[in-house]
Nanobody, 125 residues
């Protein structure tokens, strides 16, 4: 059974940092692009960041560019999201996702087949 398990969420203050982790099990994703999405209350899920299978290519939503960094450790089958300078508008449930096929980055959630259960990030003002 393939599982993606996010961790690292929590309640922080405006300007603080958090690092989310997403550990995969059941199969290796070393040849697959992975990404992070988020969903705030009352809003649709939105793209945050994506990373290619090698880690050599990354792409970010404009809203997080320069503050968030996505990375991966294929030996650990894990992807990370370092979030700095957090703002209240970053408050959301953050989801990790993996493409079933394809190592190239994508902003389209429909190109991701595997999803984690989500981790809550709350940024107080």
């Amino acid at each position: 059974q393939v599982q993606l398990v996010e961790s690292g969420g929590g309640l922080v203050q405006n300007g603080d940092s958090l690092r989310l982790s997403c550990a995969a099990s059941g199969r290796t994703f070393s040849e697959n692009a992975m990404g992070w999405f988020r969903q705030a209350p009352g809003k649709e899920r939105e793209f945050v960041a994506s990373i290619s299978w090698t880690g050599g290519s990354t792409y970010y939503a404009d809203s997080v560019k320069g503050r968030f960094t996505i990375s991966r450790d294929n030996a650990k089958n894990t992807v990370y999201l370092q979030m700095n300078s957090l703002k209240p508008e970053d408050t959301a449930v953050y989801y990790c996702a993996a493409r079933a096929y394809g190592g190239l980055i994508s902003v389209n959630e429909y190109e991701y087949y595997y999803w984690g259960q989500g981790t809550q990030v709350t940024v107080s003002s």
